[in-house]
């Protein structure tokens, strides 16, 4: 890219790199990915000389495409889900008491 990139371009890798970092498989990864896309992006939220912003979109784009290759890798080779990545058992509709216990027990109908 000859010029400067603009806010719409560097938006838009923005939201690539955090979708990128989403589609990974294993909970660790995708949180890891994510959390270092956003401090990279507000590290450099007030970057003026344009020569460094295109510099830093140029690594952005290099990034991109390899934390897609990643991902897919990491897919390929998936684990098991990990004990904070499983949804919760909730029966019973909330309240407190033995009605929101696993199996109910509370006031009949």
């Known amino acids: ?12 890798l923005y939201s690539n790199l955090i979708r990128a970092s989403r589609s990974f498989a294993s909970y660790n990864f995708r949180s890891y990915f994510i959390r270092t896309t956003r401090e990279k992006f507000r590290a450099h939220l007030h970057e003026a000389d344009p020569s460094r912003i295109t510099a830093l979109y140029k690594e952005g784009l290099e990034e991109l495409d390899v934390l897609r290759r990643a991902a897919i890798t990491n897919r390929l080779y998936e684990g098991p889900k990990l004990v904070v990545e499983k949804p919760r058992l909730t029966i019973g509709g ?4 033995m ?11």
């Open 99 to 109: 009605d929101t216990s696993v199996g109910g027990g509370g006031q009949p109908v």
């Open 94 to 97: 909330g309240g407190s008491g």
């Open 1 to 12: 890219m000859a010029s400067t990139p603009s806010r719409t371009h560097i938006t838009k």
